[in-house]
Each structure stands twice: as structure tokens, then as C-alpha cells.
Nanobody
Framework: QVQLRESGGGLVQAGGSLRLSCTAS????????MGWFRQAPGKAREFVAA????????IYTDSVKGRFTVSRDNAKNTVYLQMNSLKPEDTAVYYC??????????????????WGQGTQVTVSS
């Protein structure tokens, strides 16, 4: 059974930083791409960032480019999301997800079959 567990969320002032972690178990972590999504109150869940199995390829939504960095440590079965220069509009529940489909791209939720429970990030102005 695959389990994903996020940590690292919290309350931070605008301009501050947080690092989210997502630790996976249940299948060989290094074989799969990983994604980060977020959902703000009253809004649909949206793509934030993704990283391929080796870490060689990363992609970001435009609103976080230059501020967020996704990385992974396959020896620790963990993917990270370093978030700098945080803005109030980054406030959301952040989810990590593991890829299970290869007929969709990283931006699509349908690509991911396993999801964490989410971690709250709140950025105050």
C-alpha cells in the first residue's frame, strides 16, 4: 500500500520561506515522478510543481517560477518543495502526489494515483 505523508506546513509572514517534505512508502520511490498541488479555500486544486524520477527534470506553474524549488532524495524516499518569497496568495493546502499514469502530462491530476493528506500553508500579509 502506497502512503505519502507531507510535513513542513505552517504560518509564515509574506516574504518568508517554508520547506515542505513528502515521504513515500509502499513501492520503489525512485521509479516514479512526483508532483505538488495546492488547493486554496473555495478554489479548485491546482498544479504547483513536479519532478521526474531521477530529479533531472522539474517543471513549475508560472506563478511560482523563481520562488519555489522542487527536489528529491531517492535514498530517503522524500520529495521537497522549497518555497521562498511567499505571498498571501500562496495560502493553500499543499498535496504531494505520485505518478501512476503515463498517458497524461505532469500538470494533470489524472497523472497521479496516490496522494498525501495535505499540509496547510498560511501566508500572512
Amino acid at each position: 500500500q502506497v502512503q505519502l505523508r507531507e510535513s513542513g506546513g505552517g504560518l509564515v509572514q509574506a516574504g518568508g520561506s517554508l520547506r515542505l517534505s513528502c515521504t513515500a512508502s509502499g513501492r520503489t520511490f525512485s521509479n516514479y515522478g512526483m508532483g505538488w498541488f495546492r488547493q486554496a479555500p473555495g478554489k479548485a486544486r491546482e498544479f504547483v510543481a513536479a519532478i521526474n524520477w531521477s530529479g533531472a527534470t522539474t517543471i513549475y506553474t508560472d506563478s511560482v517560477k523563481g520562488r519555489f524549488t522542487v527536489s528529491r532524495d531517492n535514498a530517503k524516499n522524500t520529495v521537497y518543495l522549497q518555497m521562498n518569497s511567499l505571498k498571501p496568495e500562496d495560502t493553500a493546502v499543499y498535496y504531494c502526489a505520485q505518478r501512476t499514469r503515463y498517458d497524461e502530462n505532469y500538470y494533470s491530476e489524472r497523472t497521479y494515483g496516490y496522494w498525501g493528506q495535505g499540509t496547510q500553508v498560511t501566508v500572512s500579509s
